[in-house]
């Protein structure tokens, strides 16, 4: 087993990481900044994706202790390959194959991949809401609430008159905004802001909030869009 963090460029490199919770910090100026703290323990590199012999360039990462009986007998030796302990998350991301030499499977990645790295994208699992109401889930504005209006407040109103009429019985159109289950959805921040790496202690802290619960397990990426300011900053 390799001990030694393997420092990879930033672009492409992905990390695995715990959503810890969120705070302030006060920049040079005095000025209050909400951050999220994420937790990015040393990632391993469990597999490494090359065209001759999987079609494409990626590499595999894998992080979280997880009990041998909660895991699967093919994930326990497929890390056990790269001289790990079973992991608890898996995740995998493409790259440059003239990069693929930057990578080898057994080795470590951590939050220092993250140093030169001004905007990152964090992907995770939003809090499950359950099943909501149309003023919850899609934001409607229901009925008023003076008086005389019918104890209907919150229903979003009749729907018939929002039928196709093509030859199938006035049928609702799919993708009508209706009461449903809310959340339990992969979200995507695009472009947070990293205000502070700390090496030391495996944290990384972006700026505003980020997808999921406090110990959520989320993925940061480098920034893969960014607006026109961002672009000049």
């Keep these: 087993m390799k001990d030694s963090a393997m420092t990879a460029p930033s672009k492409g490199a992905h990390l695995l990481g715990q959503k810890i919770g ?6 040079g100026d005095g000025k ?18 090359t065209p001759d012999v999987d079609g494409y360039a990626g590499v595999q990462i894998g992080t979280g202790d997880i009990q041998a ?7 326990i030796g497929h890390d056990a390959k790269a001289g790990s302990a079973p992991l608890r998350m898996h995740r995998e991301f493409r790259v440059e194959e003239s990069d693929l030499g930057t990578y080898e499977a057994g080795s470590d990645l951590d939050v220092g991949v993250f140093a030169e790295t001004k905007y990152v994208d964090v992907i995770g ?6 099943f909501q109401g149309g003023m919850k889930r899609h934001g ?19 729907i018939g008159g929002h039928g196709n009429n ?10 009508k905004r209706m009461a449903g289950r809310m959340g339990g959805e992969r979200v995507t921040v ?30 940061i990426r480098p920034a893969t869009r960014l607006n026109r300011s961002k672009q000049q900053s």
């Design 166 to 175: 093509a030859g199938k019985s006035g049928r609702i159109k799919k993708g």
């Design 140 to 158: 409607f504005k229901g009925k008023e609430a003076s008086h005389g209006v019918e104890r209907k407040h919150r229903s979003p109103g009749s």
């Design 22 to 27: 969120m705070t302030r910090l006060f920049d």
């Design 190 to 219: 695009r472009s947070a802001s990293v205000v502070k790496v700390d090496a030391d202690q495996d944290l990384i802290l972006v700026k505003g909030p980020v997808p999921g619960p406090n110990k959520g397990w989320v993925e």
């Design 125 to 130: 699992t939003s809090k499950g809401k359950g």
């Design 32 to 49: 209050s900044v909400v951050v999220t703290v994420i937790h990015c323990p040393k990632n391993r590199i469990t597999q490494v994706r």
């Design 69 to 75: 009986r909660n895991s699967t007998m093919p994930l």
